[in-house]
C-alpha cells in the first residue's frame, strides 16, 4: 500500500489470495488515518477471491461515544461497527471499552472473539508489586479490576470520575488512609488524554498514599499524555503491548493467537 501524490490510497496484494483466509493485522489507535486504506484493502481481498476476511485489531477504536450525550451527536461506535462489518467477516480484539454495551454483538454483525488481559495484569502485579492495593479510577473500571484483584489476590477499591471535557476529569477517593503500607496500582483499560490517571494518583498521593504504580490495557497517550503522568507522580506506567508504546511490559500476543484460533473452531 502506498499513498498516490494526492493522498488516496493505492493497493496491491502480491501473494495470491484467492479462497484463502486471509488476515488483516491492525491496531486500531489513531483510527483515521488507518481505517480507509484498511477497508480498501479488505475489499481489494474479497474482489480478488478471498474465502473469508478476519481482523486482528488489538485495540480496537471508536467504542467510547456509546450514547448521545449531548442533542445532535453521534452515536460513532455504532457507525463505526456498521461499517467494519460490511468489509471483514470475523474480528478479533483484546479488552474492548464496553461500558454501555454488554457485548460487541449489540453493535458488530460479525463474529467477535474478545481477548481479557486481566488475567496477564494479575500476574505482572504478583510478579512486580509487594503488598499492592488495586485501584480503580471510575465505576466503569470494576468489570475489570475485580478481575485482576481475584487474580493478584489482593484487595481493591474503585473511585469516583466525573468528565466534564476531554480533559478535565475530577476523581472522588473513599476513604482509604487505612492502606498507607500497600502501594497502589491503578487500573484502566484506556490511558488517552491520561487526565483520569493523572487525577487519580494526585487524589491518592493527597490521601497520603505512595506513589502509584499506572497500568493501562491500551497506550493510547495522546500528544504528551505520558510525560504528564509520570510528572504527576506516577512511580511507573505499564501497558499492554495492544499498541506499541515505551510502556509496554504485558504482552498480549498469546491472547490474539488463542482469539484466532477461536475464530477457526
Ligand atoms: C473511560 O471511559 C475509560 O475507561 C478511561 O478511563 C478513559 O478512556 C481514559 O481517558 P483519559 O486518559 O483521556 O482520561
Not at 474482489?47 to 442533542?71: C, E, H, K, N
Request: hydrophobic share 45%; aromatic share 6%; charged share 25%.
Amino acid at each position: 500500500m502506498r499513498n498516490f501524490p494526492d493522498g488516496e490510497s493505492y493497493v496491491r496484494i502480491d501473494s495470491p489470495v484467492a479462497g484463502r483466509e486471509v488476515i488483516l493485522v491492525c491496531t486500531l489507535d489513531r483510527p483515521n488515518d488507518k481505517v480507509l486504506p484498511l477497508l480498501l484493502l479488505a475489499a481489494t481481498a474479497r474482489d480478488l477471491g478471498a474465502s473469508r476476511i478476519g481482523l486482528v485489531a488489538p485495540y480496537l477504536a471508536y467504542m467510547r461515544q456509546d450514547d448521545r450525550f449531548a442533542p445532535g451527536e453521534g452515536i460513532t461506535s455504532r457507525y463505526f461497527a456498521g461499517l467494519v462489518s460490511g468489509y471483514v467477516n470475523w474480528l478479533v480484539t483484546v479488552d474492548p471499552h464496553l461500558h454501555r454495551y454488554q457485548n460487541l454483538r449489540e453493535i458488530y454483525r460479525i463474529p467477535a472473539q474478545v481477548a481479557r488481559a486481566a488475567p496477564l495484569i494479575a500476574e505482572w502485579i504478583r510478579h512486580n508489586v509487594p503488598k499492592a492495593v488495586l485501584i480503580g479510577p471510575d465505576g466503569e473500571s470494576e468489570q475489570w479490576i475485580s478481575v485482576v484483584a481475584d487474580g493478584a489476590d489482593i484487595p481493591f477499591v474503585v473511585l469516583q470520575k466525573q468528565r466534564k471535557g476531554d480533559r478535565d476529569v475530577e476523581i472522588s477517593v473513599p476513604k482509604i488512609a487505612h492502606w498507607r503500607e500497600r502501594t497502589p496500582v491503578l487500573v484502566d483499560d484506556i490511558i488517552s488524554t491520561a487526565h483520569t490517571m493523572i487525577q487519580a494518583v494526585r487524589q491518592l498521593r493527597a490521601t497520603g498514599l505512595p506513589s502509584p504504580v499506572c497500568i493501562g490495557v491500551h497506550a493510547i497517550f495522546a500528544d504528551d499524555a505520558y510525560g504528564e503522568l509520570r510528572v504527576a507522580g506516577a512511580k511507573r506506567v505499564v501497558t499492554c503491548n495492544t499498541i506499541p508504546h515505551a510502556s509496554n511490559d504485558i504482552d498480549v500476543t498469546d491472547l490474539l493467537a488463542d482469539g484466532v484460533r477461536a475464530a477457526f473452531a
